[in-house]
């Protein structure tokens, strides 16, 4: 099967300091992919790159389309979205008006109707401003946000930092629906609290490479990659 996202022998620099070293990864359509490994690894780098946002040389397509002379916003209008770990709402808007900011102007999966059913604490906290929203409720709303936006493939970084063990779980049904509807996802995350359930592949960074890239299952195989790459185990 094609890739929708491709990406080989990407490099990326914060100034003079180089970060990546040569990523090759791929992402299929409707694919879940973790990408994990330990804080300095180069992981939202590597998301930062494919949005544009760092210098990066280096292959990196998707859905066909050379990404590198693209802007930030033309990759997001050609369907890669991507949810910081800041999670980035506009504090003082309401999540009625983020929502609408974020909306595709063609018709996408997901409405603002099913983005709140998504999400149902959304729907009570329609008038309140995203600033005063607690962070599970902001990171629902960044997610929404980034889904009426039409994404084929959706980047999300480290999406329960700082969440109870309650939203994390309401977020992790969220990216479950975003897999049924056939979004694909590449999900970041240090501690890989929901790839077992949710991740097809999950891939491992260290120093600026991807040092594993197999199932979960082949994963827990692999005690010198926990071990040396991750940290735990």
Known sequence: MTALLEVRDLRAWYGASQVLHGVDLHV???EVVALAGRNGSGRST???ALMSMVRAEGVRRFAGADLAPLRTFEIARRGLGYVAEQRDVFPTLTVDENLRLGLAACAGRFSIDEARELFPVLAGR???RAGVLSGGEQQMLALARALVGAPDLLIVDEPTEGLSQQMAARVGDGLAALRARGVAVLLIEQRLALAPALADRVAVMGHGRIVFDGTPGALAQ???VVREW????
């Open 28 to 30: 299929r359509a409707g």
């Open 46 to 48: 590597l998301a930062k």
């Open 126 to 128: 329609r008038a309140a």
């Open 222 to 224: 692999r005690e010198d």
């Open 230 to 233: 991750l940290g735990i185990g």
